[in-house]
């Protein structure tokens, strides 16, 4: 008995259940610092509260589950058993940002009457929680209640659901509406993550992990304008081909429950990360670790790397002696770029085939010898295919093209997250992966760790991305820019398809579809390949414009895509960022700012002791009128030191930055 009580009192978190009146109770979990404290309550209701070192930051919050034949699972709950776990792990990683993630928290299992239980966990950046039941057969979930208190707000970044096709078919690319909670649209759909900034400085975002067979959250408004309820799409029953391209599938009846499945199981993770400040955002890993260990055995056949995009320049190279366009000679000599440059990939976007029937390739392409000249010049093909068609010829169509010799997929206009299109996700990450091949979604909901799960999916859009460039009025690209490292990014790897090579300031800057323009400068382009994660990064300029520019692209293509240390410099959301990043010996640091200059100062003593070469790329005397102005110099830095560095309007500054021999 006194050795069950001292293994007892040593467990780093303690459980404790108070009776403040006889139908509540309240049980109480710490992160491993103790910085961090859940209180779970559990009354008529569960609820709970998080505070951060004594002081309530989120809360009281309520959870419930409506279950078909079950009833309200939270409602007048009668809690059977509780208990406590620890770890203290270090995750190995192979295309993340890090190559190891620290993976420390202490957990608290609750098991409740009526075949359901809940799971806490508090880690030193945040906490989460997920629903369980162990219910024979199917079931359906009728509805999930998921609250987020934050009593002492002062502002929250929203994305607003835009142009819905119904409540709930969207593309997921909004920009952010800073407001403060009271003045959020009543009613308005939100996408996750959404950050929250509270009154005692510290910065949470909301979001989800582990997402499967199962709907994802949007968040509305509370009533009270104090925080936000989850809202999760209705499963589909009918639906209709229509859209771009007849390439989307639309919802036309949805039924009255939000999932089907299996009634024993885990649901999804519903996450809350804090940062004592914006910059603590910028190193969380709470999804990545949330997430489902890899199902894949092997991975060494995934190459992370760059790629070399047409469809946002239109194919319009030029000087050459063949009509541009999507034909066989245009790809060869996108081929003959990406190998000069040390480019890894090429891809085919839309209009390669029929737009409906992927197994037909138009006559202008012959695919078979664009992979071929390719292979003779390592250089990998990765296709594009919309997900209506895809899903009805899936094993077709990978089959076809993985014995062709084509290493990937781009896959779009999903534009859904429902529990229907969650599973297509699972469905072609895992068909993809029979096949030794990778994925990229776009028109795609947020990730949720399934670049963990299934290492082959490589990134995913979710973002105001620089596409939106060509047709849009909106001119707050670089305030976008540094707000997404901390919210979009938090989430996971994010294709925003940088490196543009025309560059305008604000007032310059105009909406071009064919030959189009970024806003801010150069170096803003080239520090979003440090700055932003994505293990599959796209090159979103022509090559002929690329060819004028020998520098930078030199540059763009000695970024590595997965780095063995992330380390964040700086950053205030919506005002400027930094990060550091190390592969092998080298290190990559990228700052960009909002449309002010300024100056900041960096902390160097990430390098460690020693001298170091550092290859510079800043921003030109004349940046701020003519964007393309930069200057690129090499200096002798040395580690620890602290290094000021300035940016214009718009601008951005990028580092490589490797030992003395």
């Not at 989460?128 to 024979?136: E, I, L, P, Q, W």
């Amino acid at each position: 008995m006194k050795k069950r009580l001292v293994a007892f009192l040593m467990i780093v978190v303690t459980v404790s259940i108070s009776s403040y009146a006889k139908k509540e109770e309240v049980l109480n979990l710490a992160s491993p610092d103790k910085t961090l404290q859940v209180e779970i309550t559990i009354s008529d209701q569960i609820s709970w509260v998080l505070k951060v070192n004594g002081n309530v930051v989120a809360g009281p919050s309520v959870m419930a589950m409506e279950v078909e034949n079950y009833g309200v699972l939270g409602k007048n709950p009668v809690l059977r058993n509780s208990f406590t776990s620890s770890k203290d792990e270090v995750i190995r990683t192979a295309l993340y940002k890090k190559s190891e993630v620290e993976n420390s928290y202490n957990e608290l299992n609750m098991i409740f009457k009526g075949r359901y239980g809940l799971i806490f966990r508090a880690y030193n950046d945040g906490v989460a929680y997920r629903f369980v039941t162990s219910m024979k057969g199917d079931i359906e979930i009728r509805r999930e209640k998921s609250v987020f208190v934050f009593p002492d707000s002062r502002e929250a970044y929203v994305p607003y659901v835009q142009n819905p096709v119904g409540r709930y078919q969207v593309s997921f690319e909004s920009t952010y509406d800073v407001l403060p909670l009271s003045q959020i649209k009543p009613d308005s759909l939100i996408i996750t993550p959404v950050l929250v900034k509270n009154n005692d400085g510290t910065s949470l975002v909301v979001t989800e992990a582990d997402l499967e067979d199962y709907p994802g959250m949007f968040l509305t408004v509370n009533d009270a304008g104090t925080g936000f309820e989850a809202e999760f799409a209705p499963f589909p029953l009918e639906e209709k081909q229509g859209g771009h391209n007849n390439l989307q599938s639309f919802v036309t009846r949805r039924a009255d429950y939000i999932a089907k499945t299996n009634g024993n199981r885990a649901y999804p993770w519903r996450v809350v990360a804090v940062g004592k400040n914006d910059f603590d955002l910028l190193g969380n890993d709470l999804v990545y670790k949330l997430a489902s260990p890899s199902r894949l055995e092997d991975t060494s056949w995934i190459k992370p790397g760059k790629v070399a995009w047409d469809w946002w320049n239109d194919w319009n190279i030029y000087g050459v002696d063949f009509r541009a366009g999507i034909n066989t000679e245009t790809y060869k000599y996108y081929i003959d770029f990406a190998a000069e440059n040390g480019i890894e990939y090429v891809i085919l976007d839309e209009g390669w085939s029929e737009s409906t029937n992927l197994m037909n390739v138009i006559p202008e392409i012959d695919l078979q010898e664009i992979i071929d000249h390719g292979k003779k010049k390592e250089v990998g093909i990765v296709l594009w295919a919309g997900w209506f068609p895809l899903n009805q010829q899936m094993d077709e169509v990978f089959e076809k093209y993985s014995r062709m010799g084509v290493k990937g997929y781009k896959i779009d206009f999903m534009n859904r997250d429902d529990q229907k299109m969650v599973n297509f996700y699972y469905k072609a990450a895992k068909k993809a992966a029979e096949y030794k091949q990778f994925v990229l979604f776009h028109g795609a909901y947020k990730p949720t760790g399934l670049s963990r799960t299934y290492p082959n999916v490589l990134t995913y859009e979710g973002v105001y991305g620089q596409e939106q460039v060509k047709w849009t009025d909106y001119k707050e690209f670089p305030e976008y820019d540094v707000t997404i490292p901390f919210i979009r990014n938090l989430a996971g790897p994010m294709d925003y398809t940088p490196g543009a090579m025309k560059n305008a300031n604000r007032n310059n800057w105009h909406a071009v579809w064919s030959e189009p323009m970024s806003q801010g400068t150069r170096c803003h382009q080239l520090a979003m390949y440090v700055v932003f994660d994505s293990p599959f990064s796209m090159l979103c300029d022509n090559p002929s414009n690329y060819m004028r520019e020998p520098e930078c692209v030199e540059f763009i293509a000695s970024v590595p895509t997965v780095f063995d240390v992330t380390v964040p410099l700086a950053g205030v959301v919506g005002e400027y960022v930094a990060v550091a990043r190390q592969k092998g010996n080298v290190w990559y640091v990228g700052a960009m700012t909002n449309w002010n200059s300024r100056e900041i100062e960096l902390d160097l003593s990430f390098l460690g002791k020693g001298r170091f070469r550092a290859t510079i790329f800043a921003d030109g005397i004349n940046a701020d009128r003519a964007a393309c102005d930069y200057t690129r110099k090499e200096v002798t830095i040395n580690g620890g030191e602290k290094m000021k560095i300035e940016m214009k309007s718009g601008g951005g500054w990028a580092a490589i930055i490797q030992p003395v021999d």
